[in-house]
């Protein structure tokens, strides 16, 4: 009953998907309180002084911040929202929300709908039971959320629920930030400074603000409810910990951007039309490489306004799964021996006239400033790459960098063949004068159309150039992106910095011809970093280690990086994160994998313990029972030798899983023993992970032995194939 029943559920016709006739320009950003909502609700003197907060960075006036609030209310109200919540983002690397109701008593049986500008701007959540790293206490609650102008604020329905949500900054009483949205923001100002301050040193006086974009292309998977709430491993950690592989997976290259299923077009459907009411740019989607893997890319936006809307697009892409009777699995590595689930983040930088500083342009000084943007990011990647490779550290992504379908932990940047002869031409001294000729000559001016449209892309680089931007291809696809753009902005506006010093102190010459000078030198210094040939394979590992790249393969390795002499400088003096604020994230993310590594650890025990063993065993029974009555009918001459053979095997592999989980416990209790945490997690990955993956080849092994009917938990096969 357990598979036709299976099969009846995929098979159902769900009346989910709606006829859409309304174009989608039409509905765009209705849900949102964005600019275009501001300037219709507002008179044009508070409007205007909003965009001078936005844009200016400037403090917002109480008597402006209470005209904002009651026309966000009203616009609310009309939404009809009953409550408001300041929505943040704390350092568990998901979202926050407390509820407050609009109406206030103001009378015997009476009420009023209230929201003051006071109300807007700031929050007091208990902050006890978020992670800070040390910073805090666990009896010191208070906690501040301050109001984010930048990023829109927006209504959210849960079922007939209707909450108006306002993003905000979450920082302690003493004003250490708790959240990952803070250091954010303290990055892109220290990539606007730096950036500006060298643009208008190459001739660009006119640049105000520059500011960093994201795209991050989300992956995930899909599976039928029925098989998920069956799985405790599914439901408690996103990853099925046992599992044998089925006959068939991705080998036959017939999934990516193949057609997509009625019931999986549906759901995209209705995902992104709620992402359109939100005005989150969905752009792309497509079947993804593995079985029941999909993925969904934006279009580029401002940095901090991205990482907003992809915390929304992960949640969305769950909360609509299951009005479709679906599963969303965010894991980076849900399911062993097909593709994993990724991130990749593309990065630029833009200026406050809307150009990408990172395109190719047709004129010498877009050219030059290209040349610069470029170097000092490929510049501040070799300098920092431990940094870089640490920002996406979890255990989680461990199951999937260097798995031939990701990146490796070595961080490597591909510039491709065009660009890659242009640098080695200055290096070379190829280019020895920076006349508007010469600066035309290599071959820049046509570049953006090359990269763009005819090169091939390094899918094994880390870090990739890809015509116009840089793509990060290490992040996790569960993992905030906030943290490795922060990391981005905050070593590029360091490199940025120190190489407009290094342009200004080049003294007698023209600055074209500084710039080169410049450049020539940090060729040569950075090219260690550049890669265009094959990541994954292991001649790679074996160069890198030469070339002194760093090759940290687990989370315990990488973390320390954070807190080095080299970080805490690089973050204080950019005013990102002070060495408390830095300290506490190693803490954070180091608790963070023990914690993730014993849940699943202590599900294995369960799984094996409750679910495999006791089926194998009532098999065990019932083969050994029929074995006995079969040599009773046909005697002692009947060849049972088969099926011996297999009991045989049954008995083995119960024996080695009670065994192997034994050790397993053993080992989580020597590790629970040790009160350095670093320690603490390296033991934990070392010993108990090693122990685990043991186990697990047991239990798969012991899966087609068993009697499928009896076999206690949705297989691969159904899993993948039956949605």
């Known amino acids: 009953m357990k598979k036709s029943g299976m099969i009846i559920a995929a098979e159902r016709n769900y009346d989910i998907a709606k006829e859409k006739f309304v174009p989608v320009s039409e509905y765009y950003g209705e849900d949102t309180f964005n600019l275009k909502a501001l300037k219709v609700k507002l008179p044009k003197e508070t409007y205007r002084k909003i965009l001078e907060a936005i844009n200016e960075n400037c403090v917002l006036d109480i008597e402006t911040a209470n005209i904002v609030a009651h026309a966000m209310k009203e616009w609310a109200l009309a939404k009809g929202a009953t409550h408001f919540a300041h929505w943040f983002q704390p350092m568990t690397g998901i979202t926050a929300e407390k509820h407050d109701a609009f109406v206030d008593p103001v009378g015997i049986g009476e009420v009023i709908e209230r929201f003051s500008g006071k109300q807007l701007v700031q929050g007091e959540p208990d902050a006890s039971s978020f992670p800070s790293g040390g910073i805090r206490a666990t009896f010191e609650a208070r906690g501040y959320t301050a109001w984010d102008l930048s ?129 989150v740019p969905a752009k792309t989607r497509h079947n993804e490489v593995a079985p029941s893997q999909f993925e969904l890319a934006p279009v580029f936006e401002e940095a901090n306004v991205a990482v907003d809307h992809n915390q929304i697009v992960m949640d969305t892409l769950k909360s609509v799964a299951r009005k479709h009777h679906l599963a969303c699995l965010l894991h980076e590595k849900p399911f062993a021996g097909i593709n994993g689930s990724g991130k990749h983040v593309n990065w630029s930088l833009s200026d406050n006239r809307g150009n990408n500083l990172l395109n190719p342009g047709n004129t010498p000084q877009d050219n030059i400033q290209f040349l610069v943007l470029l170097v000092a990011t490929v510049r501040a990647v070799y300098r920092h790459a431990d940094i870089l490779r640490a920002s996406v550290a979890s255990y989680g992504n461990d199951h999937r960098l260097g798995a031939n379908e990701a990146p490796p932990a070595i961080i490597s940047i591909f510039l491709g063949e065009q660009l890659a002869k242009v640098l080695d031409n200055i290096e070379k001294g190829v280019v020895t004068k920076a006349t508007d000729n010469a600066i035309i000559d290599l071959g820049l001016s046509s570049l953006s159309i090359v990269s763009k449209d005819n090169t091939d892309r390094n899918r094994t680089s880390p870090f990739a150039f890809t015509g116009n931007k840089f793509e990060f291809r290490a992040v996790g696809s569960s993992q905030s992106i906030s ?64 070339r002194g790249l760093p090759n940290a393969k687990t989370t ?103 065994r192997t989980n034994q050790e397993v416990l053993a080992q989580m209790a020597k590790a629970d023993g040790l009160h350095d945490e670093q320690k603490k997690a390296e033991t934990l990955c070392r010993e108990v992970k090693a122990r685990m993956n043991e186990l697990r080849t047991y239990v798969d092994a012991l899966e087609p032995l068993v009697d499928d009917e009896l076999w206690p938990l949705p297989t691969f096969w159904e899993m993948l194939f039956i949605n």
Not at 624 to 634: D, G, N, Q
Request: charged share 25%; net charge neutral; with cysteine.
């Open 151 to 279: 990023s829109p604020a927006f209504i959210r329905r849960n079922g007939i629920s209707t909450t108006l949500c306002i993003p905000t900054a979450f920082i302690s009483y003493t004003g250490e930030a708790l959240d990952k949205k803070t250091p954010l923001l303290r990055s892109n100002r220290a990539v606007s400074q730096a950036a500006v301050k060298l643009l208008h040193l190459l001739g660009s006086k006119e640049v105000k603000r520059v500011y960093s974009t994201l795209g991050p292309e989300q992956e995930y998977f899909l599976i039928d409810t029925d098989y998920f709430y069956k799985r405790q491993d599914l439901v408690l950690g996103g990853r099925a910990l046992i599992g044998a592989p089925p006959a068939k997976g991705q080998e036959l290259e017939d999934q990516y951007f193949g057609s997509i299923k009625e019931r999986i077009s549906s759901y995209m459907h209705d995902v992104e039309e709620e992402l359109f009411k939100l005005g």
């Open 556 to 658: 315990p390795e990488a973390l320390p990086a954070l807190i080095t002499a080299k970080a805490i400088q690089l973050f204080e003096k950019a005013r990102v994160l002070s060495p408390v604020e830095l300290k506490s994230r190693y803490v954070i993310y180091l608790e963070r994998y023990i914690k993730d590594l014993e849940i699943e650890a202590k599900c294995l025990n369960t799984l094996c313990m409750e679910h495999v063993i006791p089926a194998a065993t009532a098999y065990q029974a019932t083969l050994a029972t029929a074995l006995a009555r079969t040599r009773e009918v046909l005697g002692k001459a009947a060849d049972l030798s088969v099926q011996e053979e297999i009991l045989k095997k049954i008995v083995e592999l119960i024996g080695k899983i009670y």
């Open 483 to 546: 943290f490795p753009a922060t990391v981005i902005n905050t070593i590029v506006a360091e490199s940025l910095e120190e190489l407009a010093e290094k342009i200004k102190a080049v003294n007698g010459k023209n600055i074209n011809q500084a710039v080169f000078d410049v450049l020539k030198k940090e060729i040569r210094e950075i090219k260690p970093i550049l890669f265009n040939g094959d990541n994954y394979t292991a001649a790679w590992e074996k160069e890198a280690k030469k």
